[in-house]
Protein backbone atom coordinates (compact mmCIF):
# COMPACT_ATOMS: atom_id res chain seq x y z
CA UNK A 1 0.00 0.00 0.00
CA UNK A 2 1.26 3.46 -1.03
CA UNK A 3 1.29 6.10 1.25
CA UNK A 4 -1.47 8.62 -0.32
CA UNK A 5 -3.45 5.22 -0.31
CA UNK A 6 -2.24 4.79 3.51
CA UNK A 7 -3.95 8.51 3.76
CA UNK A 8 -6.83 7.68 2.61
CA UNK A 9 -7.39 4.61 5.26
CA UNK A 10 -10.31 5.49 7.64
CA UNK A 11 -11.00 4.22 11.17
CA UNK A 12 -12.12 4.90 14.26
CA UNK A 13 -9.16 6.95 16.92
CA UNK A 14 -9.40 6.32 20.48
CA UNK A 15 -8.38 9.48 22.77
CA UNK A 16 -7.87 9.35 26.25
CA UNK A 17 -5.72 11.25 29.50
CA UNK A 18 -2.02 9.62 29.64
CA UNK A 19 -2.10 7.21 32.62
CA UNK A 20 -3.07 8.45 36.43
CA UNK A 21 -4.17 11.71 34.93
CA UNK A 22 -7.68 13.00 33.70
CA UNK A 23 -8.96 15.76 31.64
CA UNK A 24 -11.40 16.64 34.02
CA UNK A 25 -14.37 15.50 31.12
CA UNK A 26 -18.26 16.82 31.14
CA UNK A 27 -20.16 16.88 29.13
CA UNK A 28 -21.32 20.29 29.84
CA UNK A 29 -18.10 21.52 28.93
CA UNK A 30 -18.11 19.56 25.35
CA UNK A 31 -21.62 20.90 25.07
CA UNK A 32 -20.85 24.55 25.64
CA UNK A 33 -17.80 24.31 23.48
CA UNK A 34 -19.54 22.88 20.66
CA UNK A 35 -22.04 25.81 21.02
CA UNK A 36 -19.03 28.14 20.37
CA UNK A 37 -17.22 26.53 17.70
CA UNK A 38 -20.53 25.40 16.02
CA UNK A 39 -23.75 27.63 14.93
CA UNK A 40 -26.18 24.17 14.93
CA UNK A 41 -24.20 21.43 16.75
CA UNK A 42 -25.75 17.59 16.94
CA UNK A 43 -25.10 16.64 20.64
CA UNK A 44 -26.84 13.73 21.94
CA UNK A 45 -26.27 12.32 25.15
CA UNK A 46 -27.41 8.12 25.44
CA UNK A 47 -27.65 7.38 29.56
CA UNK A 48 -26.89 3.98 29.31
CA UNK A 49 -28.68 1.38 31.55
CA UNK A 50 -27.30 2.70 35.11
CA UNK A 51 -28.84 6.53 35.39
CA UNK A 52 -27.79 9.83 33.36
CA UNK A 53 -23.94 9.30 34.25
CA UNK A 54 -23.10 5.56 34.28
CA UNK A 55 -22.51 3.87 31.72
CA UNK A 56 -23.93 6.96 29.73
CA UNK A 57 -22.41 8.16 26.13
CA UNK A 58 -22.10 11.60 24.14
CA UNK A 59 -22.10 11.72 20.70
CA UNK A 60 -21.56 14.98 19.12
CA UNK A 61 -20.57 16.63 15.96
CA UNK A 62 -17.55 18.19 14.73
CA UNK A 63 -15.69 19.96 11.58
CA UNK A 64 -12.40 19.79 11.51
CA UNK A 65 -10.50 21.29 8.58
CA UNK A 66 -13.29 20.41 5.50
CA UNK A 67 -14.04 17.48 7.36
CA UNK A 68 -17.77 17.01 9.48
CA UNK A 69 -17.09 13.97 12.00
CA UNK A 70 -18.82 12.03 14.78
CA UNK A 71 -17.39 11.55 18.29
CA UNK A 72 -18.25 10.25 21.10
CA UNK A 73 -17.18 10.80 24.81
CA UNK A 74 -17.52 9.08 27.94
CA UNK A 75 -16.48 9.88 31.06
CA UNK A 76 -15.82 6.51 32.79
CA UNK A 77 -13.70 5.39 31.37
CA UNK A 78 -12.72 9.27 30.44
CA UNK A 79 -12.06 9.83 26.80
CA UNK A 80 -13.48 10.68 23.13
CA UNK A 81 -13.72 8.99 19.98
CA UNK A 82 -13.55 9.99 16.67
CA UNK A 83 -15.16 7.68 13.59
CA UNK A 84 -14.42 7.11 10.66
CA UNK A 85 -11.52 9.37 10.38
CA UNK A 86 -8.58 9.82 8.29
CA UNK A 87 -5.23 10.14 10.26
CA UNK A 88 -4.97 14.08 8.75
CA UNK A 89 -8.55 14.94 10.16
CA UNK A 90 -7.58 12.80 13.39
CA UNK A 91 -4.05 15.08 13.39
CA UNK A 92 -6.72 17.81 13.26
CA UNK A 93 -9.10 16.64 16.05
CA UNK A 94 -6.01 16.51 18.36
CA UNK A 95 -5.29 20.07 17.63
CA UNK A 96 -8.83 20.68 18.88
CA UNK A 97 -8.47 18.62 22.15
CA UNK A 98 -5.53 20.64 23.02
CA UNK A 99 -7.23 23.58 22.23
CA UNK A 100 -10.51 23.15 23.85
CA UNK A 101 -10.94 19.90 26.15
CA UNK A 102 -7.11 18.95 27.65
CA UNK A 103 -5.69 20.78 30.46
CA UNK A 104 -2.61 22.80 30.16
CA UNK A 105 -0.09 20.18 30.75
CA UNK A 106 -1.76 17.13 30.47
CA UNK A 107 -1.08 14.30 27.74
CA UNK A 108 -3.15 12.37 25.68
CA UNK A 109 -3.37 8.45 24.41
CA UNK A 110 -4.81 6.78 21.33
CA UNK A 111 -5.40 4.32 19.74
CA UNK A 112 -7.52 3.07 16.45
CA UNK A 113 -10.36 0.39 16.43
CA UNK A 114 -7.68 -1.58 13.88
CA UNK A 115 -4.87 -1.19 16.93
CA UNK A 116 -7.20 -2.48 19.44
CA UNK A 117 -8.04 -5.25 17.14
CA UNK A 118 -4.20 -6.18 16.81
CA UNK A 119 -3.49 -5.87 20.45
CA UNK A 120 -1.45 -2.73 20.42
CA UNK A 121 -1.22 -0.42 23.71
CA UNK A 122 -2.07 2.93 23.81
CA UNK A 123 -0.05 5.64 22.72
CA UNK A 124 0.63 8.92 24.08
CA UNK A 125 0.19 11.41 21.67
CA UNK A 126 3.63 13.75 21.08
CA UNK A 127 2.99 17.14 21.16
CA UNK A 128 4.41 18.32 17.60
CA UNK A 129 3.39 20.09 14.77
CA UNK A 130 0.48 18.41 12.85
CA UNK A 131 2.75 16.94 10.40
CA UNK A 132 4.56 14.69 12.46
CA UNK A 133 0.91 13.72 14.08
CA UNK A 134 -0.50 12.62 10.89
CA UNK A 135 3.15 10.68 10.34
CA UNK A 136 2.78 9.72 13.79
CA UNK A 137 -0.75 8.09 13.23
CA UNK A 138 0.18 6.23 9.69
CA UNK A 139 2.85 4.47 11.40
CA UNK A 140 0.47 3.41 14.08
CA UNK A 141 -1.88 2.76 10.99
CA UNK A 142 1.33 0.38 9.29
CA UNK A 143 1.68 -1.02 12.55
CA UNK A 144 -1.61 -2.82 12.82
CA UNK A 145 -0.54 -5.08 9.53
CA UNK A 146 -3.29 -6.79 7.74
CA UNK A 147 -3.35 -3.59 5.20
CA UNK A 148 -2.38 -5.30 2.50
Given at each position: ???SELAEL???YIFGPAEGS???LTYEGIQTKQREQETDPF???DEGDEGPVHGSVMHFGITVGEEELEAMAKLSPEGIA????TALAAAEFVTWLWGTVVPDGSGITFNTEWGLEA???D???PHVPRPRLVATFLAHLE???GLD
Amino acid sequence: MDASELAELRTMYIFGPAEGSTWGLTYEGIQTKQREQETDPFIRIDEGDEGPVHGSVMHFGITVGEEELEAMAKLSPEGIAVEDCTALAAAEFVTWLWGTVVPDGSGITFNTEWGLEADLPDALVPHVPRPRLVATFLAHLEATGGLD
